[in-house]
Protein backbone atom coordinates (compact mmCIF):
# COMPACT_ATOMS: atom_id res chain seq x y z
CA UNK A 1 0.00 0.00 0.00
CA UNK A 2 1.35 3.61 -0.65
CA UNK A 3 2.91 5.51 2.15
CA UNK A 4 2.85 9.09 2.40
CA UNK A 5 4.83 11.64 4.17
CA UNK A 6 4.57 15.42 3.90
CA UNK A 7 6.84 18.17 3.85
CA UNK A 8 7.89 21.48 3.30
CA UNK A 9 5.44 23.11 6.10
CA UNK A 10 6.89 26.14 8.56
CA UNK A 11 6.27 29.66 9.46
CA UNK A 12 5.40 32.28 6.87
CA UNK A 13 4.70 36.27 7.44
CA UNK A 14 1.16 37.07 6.14
CA UNK A 15 1.03 37.03 2.24
CA UNK A 16 3.99 34.89 1.96
CA UNK A 17 3.93 31.23 0.20
CA UNK A 18 4.86 27.85 1.26
CA UNK A 19 5.03 24.81 -1.06
CA UNK A 20 3.97 21.66 0.49
CA UNK A 21 5.33 18.42 -0.70
CA UNK A 22 3.74 14.91 -0.63
CA UNK A 23 5.62 12.09 -1.20
CA UNK A 24 4.73 8.40 -1.63
CA UNK A 25 6.70 5.33 -1.28
CA UNK A 26 5.32 1.58 -2.44
CA UNK A 27 3.38 2.58 -4.44
CA UNK A 28 3.27 5.14 -8.05
CA UNK A 29 1.50 7.93 -6.59
CA UNK A 30 0.55 8.63 -9.68
CA UNK A 31 -2.66 6.07 -9.64
CA UNK A 32 -3.63 7.65 -6.90
CA UNK A 33 -6.00 10.92 -6.21
CA UNK A 34 -4.35 12.63 -3.75
CA UNK A 35 -5.47 15.73 -1.60
CA UNK A 36 -5.05 18.08 1.19
CA UNK A 37 -6.79 18.67 4.02
CA UNK A 38 -6.07 20.70 6.83
CA UNK A 39 -6.76 20.83 10.78
CA UNK A 40 -6.30 24.26 12.70
CA UNK A 41 -5.51 24.44 16.05
CA UNK A 42 -7.76 23.99 18.69
CA UNK A 43 -10.27 23.32 15.96
CA UNK A 44 -11.74 20.22 14.43
CA UNK A 45 -10.14 18.87 11.01
CA UNK A 46 -12.37 20.34 8.13
CA UNK A 47 -14.37 18.11 6.47
CA UNK A 48 -14.07 19.34 2.87
CA UNK A 49 -10.34 19.19 1.31
CA UNK A 50 -8.29 22.33 0.15
CA UNK A 51 -7.53 20.85 -3.17
CA UNK A 52 -7.26 17.77 -4.88
CA UNK A 53 -5.76 16.51 -7.86
CA UNK A 54 -6.83 13.23 -9.65
CA UNK A 55 -5.43 9.97 -10.30
CA UNK A 56 -6.74 9.55 -13.84
CA UNK A 57 -6.20 12.67 -15.56
CA UNK A 58 -4.68 15.49 -13.39
CA UNK A 59 -7.69 17.74 -13.13
CA UNK A 60 -7.43 19.70 -9.92
CA UNK A 61 -10.12 20.97 -7.94
CA UNK A 62 -10.13 23.46 -5.37
CA UNK A 63 -12.51 23.72 -2.04
CA UNK A 64 -12.05 28.03 -2.58
CA UNK A 65 -11.93 29.96 -5.29
CA UNK A 66 -9.53 32.86 -4.71
CA UNK A 67 -6.82 31.27 -7.08
CA UNK A 68 -4.15 30.81 -3.92
CA UNK A 69 -3.36 27.49 -4.37
CA UNK A 70 -2.00 25.14 -7.09
CA UNK A 71 -1.65 20.91 -6.61
CA UNK A 72 0.10 19.76 -9.03
CA UNK A 73 2.16 16.36 -9.76
CA UNK A 74 6.33 16.68 -9.45
CA UNK A 75 7.56 14.68 -12.49
CA UNK A 76 9.80 12.04 -11.15
CA UNK A 77 9.83 12.34 -7.56
CA UNK A 78 6.43 10.32 -6.75
CA UNK A 79 4.74 13.30 -5.34
CA UNK A 80 2.38 15.86 -5.17
CA UNK A 81 2.58 19.66 -4.26
CA UNK A 82 0.65 22.00 -2.67
CA UNK A 83 1.76 25.55 -3.25
CA UNK A 84 -0.37 28.30 -1.34
CA UNK A 85 0.37 31.90 -2.27
CA UNK A 86 -0.61 35.27 -0.24
CA UNK A 87 -1.20 32.92 3.13
CA UNK A 88 -3.39 34.34 6.05
CA UNK A 89 -3.38 33.22 9.31
CA UNK A 90 -6.12 32.01 9.53
CA UNK A 91 -4.28 29.56 7.09
CA UNK A 92 -2.56 28.55 10.05
CA UNK A 93 -2.98 24.57 10.36
CA UNK A 94 -1.37 21.13 10.34
CA UNK A 95 -2.03 20.19 6.54
CA UNK A 96 -2.27 16.46 5.42
CA UNK A 97 -2.17 14.66 2.29
CA UNK A 98 -4.25 11.98 1.54
CA UNK A 99 -4.92 9.65 -1.02
CA UNK A 100 -7.65 7.30 -2.69
CA UNK A 101 -8.14 4.91 -6.03
CA UNK A 102 -11.10 6.82 -7.07
CA UNK A 103 -12.40 10.10 -8.78
CA UNK A 104 -11.53 13.30 -7.21
CA UNK A 105 -13.79 14.57 -4.55
CA UNK A 106 -12.73 16.73 -1.64
CA UNK A 107 -14.65 15.29 0.90
CA UNK A 108 -12.31 13.88 3.80
CA UNK A 109 -14.05 10.85 4.57
CA UNK A 110 -13.58 9.29 0.91
CA UNK A 111 -9.93 9.07 1.30
CA UNK A 112 -8.19 6.08 3.34
CA UNK A 113 -4.35 6.61 3.36
CA UNK A 114 -2.78 9.47 5.48
CA UNK A 115 0.54 11.01 5.78
CA UNK A 116 1.10 12.15 9.05
CA UNK A 117 0.55 15.73 8.52
CA UNK A 118 3.18 19.38 8.39
CA UNK A 119 2.49 22.26 10.57
CA UNK A 120 2.04 25.45 8.62
CA UNK A 121 1.71 28.85 10.25
CA UNK A 122 1.14 32.37 9.19
CA UNK A 123 2.17 34.96 11.87
CA UNK A 124 3.71 38.32 11.82
Known amino acids: QVQLVESGGGWVMPGGSLRLSCTAS????????VGWFRQAPGKEAEQMGV?????????QYYRDTDGRLRIFRESGSNAVTLQMNDLEPEDTATYTC????????????????WGQGTQVTVSS
Open 26 to 33: GENLDDYT
Open 98 to 113: AARRGQPNLRRDLYGV
Open 51 to 59: ACISGTDDS
